[in-house]
């Protein structure tokens, strides 16, 4: 006789915020168990690690995308084109370019942009170059997808990187009927992109939920036609806040008069500006001007080993400079002139909009704080010695 397969369905919705459902009836006869999870600072190329490892960006190397390592950047060789003109470098056709370049033949993968300035490159590297969904996509540490294989469960992952949000939800119905596979991850990725744009617009969100809330009854449907005790558990990565206000740091700190990359460098993410300081002067008019900032301010280094996110290599920035919740960096590379985002992630995790959640159908068997619990829930539902006969790890 064939044994039951024992189904366990785990969703990541990126951002969905816990302010965005604990008051709405999101799934709430399905997944009665609902708590928020805090997240750690930063975007989901750190938080997502976070989720798929149970232990902060400090720990599994992942943070911001770009980190600082001059003598492995991709791009070393852009130096020897640093004679030509600024309008040169930053034309739209030279970064589309580079991002085609980064992305088909230096191995940086599908995320890879090219969100600063050409002349940066050389400086910098891009820590996502592998499929973090797939076994050793997060180098150094054991993630779910290394301990799935490990234990020889099958299971399925769907992700952004093969399918759209639908698609996902429709191949993971198919999967639940017709494949072997007792664990499934679904990454659904588009409520980012949706509450970026219209956060503050309540039918908007409100819509969409109800897009997932149908596409996983639809699923856990499924599932419980193959076993009637099968799992959901929804949870996320961050969560959004609304934007109420721009600070423009770029042209403040362009205008000490510094010159990058020589006397210092500076990332400008859409929350958090990093800087680099090669020179004492750099350093004093750099940082004497971010303690001038009214709507931010530079987080120390206690701090930061508080936040999980200290690299004592400083890889990621010497001085971190994080903005008030609800401002937002503008004239940011990541911010060009054609995105206006209402709603945005990256505050600090003591915000309530910072919350991701974890919504269950059963009650979690681990105590559920950050969103590195996650981990350890997911962990918890491979079956010890899941090996049956015959059966591979796909
Ligand atoms: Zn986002």
Known sequence: MTRARRLRIFVLIDALGWTYVEDSRFLADLLPYRTPLRTFLGYSSGAVPSILTGVPPARHGHWNLFYRDPA????????????????????????????????????????????????????????????????????????????????????????????????????????????????????????????????????????????????????????????????????????????????????????????????????????????????????????????TVPCGRVLSDDELRELGVFFPDRRYGEVVFLLNPGWLLSNSDFNGIDWRPTGMHGYHPDDSYSDGVCLGTHKPTVDLRTIADAYRCMRGAVPAGAAVEGQHAP
């Open 72 to 291: 492995r950047s991709p791009f070393r060789w852009l130096r020897a084109l640093r004679f030509l003109p600024d309008a040169a470098l930053n034309h739209r056709v030279t970064r589309k370019l580079l991002k085609e370049l980064g992305r088909r033949f230096l191995g940086l993968g599908p995320l890879f942009e090219c969100a600063v300035s050409p002349r940066l490159l050389p400086e910098l590297d891009w820590i996502e170059k592998r499929n973090i969904y797939a076994p050793g996509g997060i180098p150094g540490t054991q993630s779910i997808f290394d301990f799935l294989v490990d234990q020889w469960t099958p299971h399925r992952v769907y992700s952004y990187h093969r399918w759209t949000d639908a698609e996902i939800l429709r191949q993971a119905g198919r999967d639940i009927e017709s494949s072997d596979a007792t664990f499934f991850f679904l990454y659904l990725s588009e409520m980012d992109a949706l509450l970026h744009s219209h956060c503050q617009d309540r039918a908007a969100w409100q819509g969409r939920l109800e897009w997932y809330a149908t596409g996983l009854r639809d699923l856990l449907s499924a599932a419980r036609r193959v076993d009637p005790d099968a799992t959901l558990t929804v949870f996320s990565d961050h969560g959004m806040a609304p934007v109420r206000h721009h600070y423009d740091l770029v042209t403040h700190v362009g205008s000490l008069g510094l010159r990058m990359p020589d006397d210092y460098l500076a990332v400008y993410d859409s929350t958090m500006a990093r800087f680099w300081l090669f020179s004492d002067r750099a350093r004093a008019q750099i940082v004497k001007h971010l303690h």
